[in-house]
């Protein structure tokens, strides 16, 4: 799929969040620790999402659509020789899979997770916290064998904060009878969607919202169990920075607060002004909801550095963002993507659309601002975030612009270009 894009539309309204991408492959995943039937609620249709249930599928899963609804029903026996190795491929999210299938099997072969190129992306966290279950990640050629006969409990202290190192952990521990501590452990929106999954599912889960987990495993999950992601507060980033680059009036509807206080106090030292409604409590019964009502605002560099740190830091997904909108701020931006390997180099992917952005080295670089966007024909890279940054500001650049192959933005992203049609944006879909 393409974009076609007229570019300078003024764009107003309001928006709803969408549910967690991230949240919803590690629900999917964690079902797979009930032998009976889950019904997740308001899940995302994106393609990552598709991706995991084309693997659950290709095991023996039943897998059918409700409306906006999945239910899963999973077969006596796994059928894991039998795994859609093309799917699997194509997502990263394939990886946590390992500690929950080991409940399944005690010996099988886990295909090489793919996703967003964005470099080297160590599996250490994994494979050191599975290990100290008893459950072993070997490469193959073919790709990881798991190995499980002899699980057990075990005091974890995780590799690294790792979002999903912390969900396989915790997904692996679930159904090891006794108590399992992971500390170091990730706090981040979707390890707690996780977890609040899990208690429904009737596994007790101390510090949830912490940096130390406690999981009172169990014998055995078999009944019928009902689960939600909450709203996705990378989403809520993306139509943030849309609001903050573009100067749109816009309001953004069911923001996970929690996970955007940095990200709001940064755009608030750059000049951006909001208001924001008083909270309440999301669909899943515990993530914390705001409005959040954005004005045109003018915009200035802050002098510091802008730099992803685990939560409650600023969010690693959420980084990318802060380039559109310095490309607005007058002065110069430090922006440092220490995470991973490569994808600061996407980022001046954005020169093409009139950014003035200098690639200082692999992890980090200079946006110079203020600057006014062109329009330009651009091959979206294969990294979901830096993709949508060229998207806004496609969206700003007066003319026609082509954003080719959208694949890694339809990862993460339901209908966007609809969403985006809905507040004013000339953008149209074609193949």
């Not at 032998?35 to 997740?40: A, H, Y």
Request: hydrophobic residues 45%; aromatic residues 6%.
């Amino acid at each position: 799929m393409n974009y076609a894009i007229k570019g300078g539309a003024p764009l107003a309204g309001s928006i709803d969040t969408n549910t967690s991408k991230n949240a919803a492959t590690a629900l999917l995943c964690a079902a797979l620790l009930n032998r009976g039937q889950t019904t997740l609620v308001r899940m995302p249709r994106i393609e990552e999402v598709n991706r995991i249930i084309e693997v659950l599928v290709s095991i023996g899963v039943e897998v059918a659509w409700r409306d906006s609804d999945v239910i899963l029903t999973p077969p006596k026996k796994l059928r894991l020789k039998e795994m859609d190795e093309v799917a699997a491929g194509r997502t990263r999210s394939i990886i946590m899979l390992a500690g929950v299938l080991s409940h399944w099997s005690d010996d099988f072969l886990l295909p090489v997770p793919g996703g967003c190129d964005l470099g080297s992306r160590s599996l250490t966290a994994h494979i050191d916290a599975l290990d100290t279950l008893g459950i072993n990640l070997e490469g193959t050629a073919k790709g990881w064998r798991v190995c499980s006969e002899k699980k057990r409990v075990a005091e974890i202290v995780m590799w690294e904060a790792s979002d999903t190192g912390t969900e396989q952990a915790v997904m692996a521990a679930v159904l090891i009878p006794g108590i399992t501590t992971i500390r170091f452990a990730s706090a981040n929106y979707m390890v707690q969607d996780m977890c609040v999954f899990l208690e429904s599912l009737g596994v007790r889960i101390d510090g949830i919202g912490t940096t130390t987990l406690v999981v009172h495993g169990v014998e055995k999950i078999d009944g019928e169990h009902v689960g939600q992601p909450s709203e996705d507060p990378i989403e809520a980033m993306f139509f943030l920075a849309l609001a903050a680059t573009l100067k749109a009036p816009l309001t953004i509807k069911s923001v996970p607060i929690d996970f955007l206080e940095i990200e709001l106090l940064y755009l608030s030292k750059m000049g951006l002004r909001y208001t924001r409604s008083k909270s309440y409590i999301g669909g899943n019964g515990w993530t914390r909801l705001v409005d959040l009502t954005i004005k045109p605002s003018k915009l200035t560099a802050i002098p510091e550095k802008i730099a992803p740190l685990p939560y409650p830091g600023l969010n690693i997904d959420n980084l990318p963002f802060f380039v559109p909108i310095a490309t607005q701020a007058a002065g110069r931006t430090l922006i440092h993507d220490w995470v991973y390997e490569n994808r600061a180099i996407y980022y001046v992917e954005m020169n093409k659309l009139g950014a003035d952005i200098v690639l200082a080295d692999p992890h980090r670089v200079f946006v110079n601002g203020p600057t006014s966007f062109r329009s330009a024909d651009i091959e979206a890279p294969p990294a979901l975030r830096p993709a949508t940054t060229l998207l806004i500001g496609m969206l700003g650049a007066e003319g026609e612009s082509t954003l080719r192959n959208v694949y890694p933005i339809n990862r993460g992203y339901e209908r966007l270009h609809e969403r985006l049609k809905k507040l004013g944006a000339h953008i149209e879909a074609y193949e």
